[in-house]
């Protein structure tokens, strides 16, 4: 009974790849995020989506732009990856401006 | 945009003693503030969580107490035991868009419960 699920778990590229990344959620949630955390642990958001508004962070590069099939999934979509697009990449759902509960992850290694 | 600072960045106690974190915001809109634990290789998982009308929460051995004159917030957690080993972050958000809450999380801190 898996709350917040991405995969996939580990994901091993090539400079210049593009990958994506999917994450669902069951909670029944109208929010969904994106979130990096990089080598030194720090986290930081990426968007806020929900189907009133995509909110996104004027740090994220272009190269990434998140796609919602519907209210339950939130997929992150990276073109042309970076060496230091490498991190570990959290999906994260919420009700509103409830509480945001976290996926397990997903470490993207560029090389 | 919000900022969060996290003290200290690594913590280490004796089992059984109390542990204090303490962060401090930017952004005097803010009115949300989440604590998460972070164990290795699995995502944050919120432990408790305050808002800015109140200026304590506790849950069994985890309290926060918030204090938005001088905006800054901090987890108490008592009789620490090894499993509360793990990476603390604290985080604030306005809550102010469409789009639920963007949370502004602090560096983190690492704790160590020595057995």
């Known amino acids: 009974d898996t709350a917040v699920s991405q995969t996939p778990k580990y994901l091993v590229t090539q400079m210049g790849n593009d990958k994506s990344i999917k994450c669902e959620q069951n909670?029944?949630?109208?929010?969904m995020y994106w979130y990096k955390q990089d080598s030194k642990k720090f986290l930081k958001i990426m968007f806020s989506y929900n189907n009133k508004e995509l909110i996104i962070n004027e740090t994220v590069p272009n190269r990434f732009s998140p796609k919602s099939p519907d209210k339950a999934h939130l997929n992150l979509h990276i073109n042309s990856l970076e060496l230091g697009d490498s991190a570990v990449y959290f999906c994260?759902?919420?009700?509103?401006?409830?509480?945001?509960?976290f996926g397990p992850g997903t470490r993207l290694t560029v090389l | 945009g919000e900022n969060v600072e996290q003290h200290p960045s690594t913590l280490s106690v004796q089992e059984g003693d109390s542990a204090v974190i303490k962060c401090t915001y930017s952004?005097?809109?803010?009115?949300?503030f989440p604590w998460y634990k972070q164990e290795l290789g699995k995502g944050p998982q919120l432990i408790i969580d305050i808002r800015s009308n109140v200026g304590e929460k506790k849950d069994q051995r985890i309290a926060v107490t918030l204090n938005k004159t001088a905006k800054h917030f901090s987890l108490h957690i008592t009789e620490t035991q090894p499993e509360d080993s793990a990476v603390y972050f604290c985080a604030a958000s306005a809550g102010t868009s469409n789009a639920g809450n963007m949370l502004t999380f602090g560096g983190g801190t690492r704790l160590m419960v020595k057995p």
């Open positions: 994260a759902s919420s009700l509103n401006t409830d509480t945001q509960y």
């Open positions: 952004d005097s809109a803010s009115n949300y």
């Open positions: 909670l029944g949630h109208d929010t």
